[in-house]
């Protein structure tokens, strides 16, 4: 069943103007589930994401598009999004990224922040479908976000 999940592929997009927030850029990303796991599966041998009614399940997520970019006094560009929210180490040990004028300051987390948001109940309703599910709302959380090329 882990296989057919990780086969199944969603997409968003929004680039159009009526459906991004005013202060963010615009996201059109294919995105599919590389792992689900229950929070109790490597110390409980009977738990699964399939019976794990008040525990927590981990989704992690490989994404691939582009994201809306832009500069001082440029235009809104579409990015590819592994290019986009690269980051690189700085001399205190640390890492630096890129400044942009639509999502400010740390831009690889503000895009993986509008991800984790904009597929947490597209990714909920298609887990149900396998009855992976919890009694609880937060009960699914998507962990990894990370980026194809």
């Known amino acids: 069943m882990k296989q057919i999940i990780k086969?199944?592929?969603?997409?968003?997009?929004?680039?159009?103007?009526?459906?991004?927030?005013?202060?963010?850029?615009?996201l059109d990303i294919d995105y599919r589930i590389t792992m689900v796991k229950s929070e109790d599966e490597d110390r409980c041998e009977f738990r699964t994401p399939m019976n794990n009614e008040w525990g927590q399940i981990s989704v992690n997520l490989k994404v691939k598009g582009y994201v809306e970019v832009k500069g001082c006094h440029d235009r809104p560009m579409a990015m590819e999004i592994s290019k986009a929210t690269k980051t690189t180490p700085n001399y205190w040990g640390g890492y630096s990224s890129r400044t942009d004028y639509l999502w400010g300051h740390e831009l690889h987390k503000r895009v993986r922040k509008e991800i984790r948001v904009r597929v947490q109940s597209e990714v909920r309703n298609y887990l149900?479908?396998?009855?992976?599910?919890?009694?609880?709302?937060?009960?699914?959380?998507?962990?990894?976000?990370?980026?194809?090329?």
């Open 128 to 149: 149900k479908i396998f009855g992976i599910k919890t009694r609880w709302n937060g009960g699914i959380v998507i962990k990894k976000i990370s980026f194809e090329k």
């Open 7 to 26: 086969e199944e592929r969603f997409s968003i997009n929004t680039m159009s103007r009526e459906n991004v927030y005013p202060v963010n850029g615009g």
